[in-house]
């Protein structure tokens, strides 16, 4: 199994689903965004609305370039998550816009999810199980009021379920979510960790080819790395996490990790990596754990607009939503300029899109950490109850993945407390520099 990113262009063999899971987005978000806003209703989180795309076109849906058809899900929910998680409606639209080309991460291992970057990086869609996406149709009013209730809180943030349906009957269902790492910044290193160390270990004499590639818990300890924060960012921090951790516990989940992009901030963008390849990590599930990995083709990106050409299409959205839009709370989400809406963002993504170490004074460090927790919509079902069973013959609870979901989180929240840097590892010496 080849992992490969590509841009997704004409050509391409994904390009109908891609350009298709596009229109969808356009047209049912739009929709939504152009009506005034309101409260929410239990009905909302059950909500699903069936449109068809053809080549004419009808009253209902503008004409495609191809035949599909397309769900929405919970249409209102997700409208209030963007808005929660300071999404900008125009923006979000200008990113997920048909006319600019997706790049395509190829297809990971067990789940054998597809991944795609918006053309401008900020999102990922992330294909899922059918067993997934009713997963989260089930969890949707938790993981809502969680959020709503935890506005920094870690756990990906979804930003829209929806399916697409091809003529020959396959049905596509995806997320759209935040890609935790920034357009803007390198990311030196990157782990996915699990607090389990069977099959937690990256092939590392692959990384000559493959440097971008996605490390796992046993190279963190082998490299002994640490997660540098004062005692106030640490506690907030892990305060977060443990909250977190309780919505997963309750719902039954497991199996999910904490992603972690380092930017060493004096190595700065000098690699220029994301320029060349726009490209940080390769997708990897646990299938490959005992497998070996493949090296990543870089994805590309394609046809990044000019930065004149980009305001002024926002401008024009901007101007249609506000068109359509007649309350003033509506008026003001969608007029809100960018650096507020920044500024709504979590406590975790607002230094520089991450959060950034601290000393044991508090003083900033040198790294900026991007973090958050994924892969969350895994229930602890039979399959994995069965994987328990046998992993569970031969080896010790402590070093595999499969276990139940309270004791997992409790393991995933002792190890990542653990990685923390206590104030005796933190040098006096920093303190001192930065005092003096
Ligand atoms: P499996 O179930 O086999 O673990 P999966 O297909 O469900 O795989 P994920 O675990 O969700 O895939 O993600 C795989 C990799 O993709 C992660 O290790 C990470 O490198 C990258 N990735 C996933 N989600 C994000 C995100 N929100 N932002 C940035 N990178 C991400
Ligand atoms: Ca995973
Ligand atoms: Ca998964």
Known sequence: ??????????????????????????????????????????????????????????????????????????????????????????????????????????????????????????????????????????????????????????????????????????????????????????????????????????????????????????????????????????????????????????????DYSLLVGIHDVQRGNEDNLRDKTLQVFQPGGDKHDEQQQTPTTPGVLTRTPSKIEHARRVRELRESVKKERPTPLDAATALMPEDDAMRRKGYFYREDGGFRATNADNHPGATIYYLGIIDCLTRYSTLKKAEHFWKGMGGHEGQISAIPPVRYGERFVKFISGLMKTPAEMPESEKREEVG
Not at 91 to 115: D, H, Q
């Open 1 to 254: 199994r080849v992992l490969v990113g590509t841009k997704v262009d004409e050509g391409h063999e994904n390009y109908v689903t891609a350009y298709n899971m596009l229109t969808g987005i356009r047209f049912t978000v739009s929709r939504t965004n152009a009506k005034p806003d309101r409260n929410l209703t239990d009905d909302d989180f059950t909500q699903k609305h069936k449109f068809s795309f053809d080549i004419t076109g009808n009253e209902l849906t503008p004409s495609a370039r191809y035949d599909f058809k397309f769900k929405d899900y919970a249409p209102w929910v997700f409208r209030r998550l963007r808005a929660s998680f300071g999404i900008d409606p125009a923006e979000y639209l200008m990113s997920l816009t048909s006319k600019y080309i997706l790049s395509e991460l190829g297809s990971p291992g067990k789940s054998g999810s597809f991944f795609y970057f918006s053309r401008d990086y900020k999102y990922i869609i992330k294909t899922i199980h059918r067993g997934e996406h009713k997963f989260l149709r089930r969890i949707l009013k938790q993981y809502y009021e969680h959020v709503r209730s935890n506005p920094n809180t870690l756990l990906s943030q979804f930003y829209g379920l929806h399916r697409v349906k091809l003529p020959y009957g396959k049905k596509i269902h995806f997320v759209v979510m935040n890609n935790l790492f920034p357009p803007h910044r390198d990311i030196h290193g990157t782990y996915d960790l699990k607090g389990s160390t069977i099959g937690r270990l990256y092939d590392e004499s692959e990384l000559k080819s493959n440097p971008r590639a996605t490390l796992k818990d046993l190279n963190w300890l082998n490299r002994g790395l640490k997660l540098e924060f004062g005692r106030q960012k640490q506690e907030i921090f892990i305060t977060q996490l443990k909250k977190d951790v309780a919505l997963l516990q309750q719902l039954k989940i497991m």
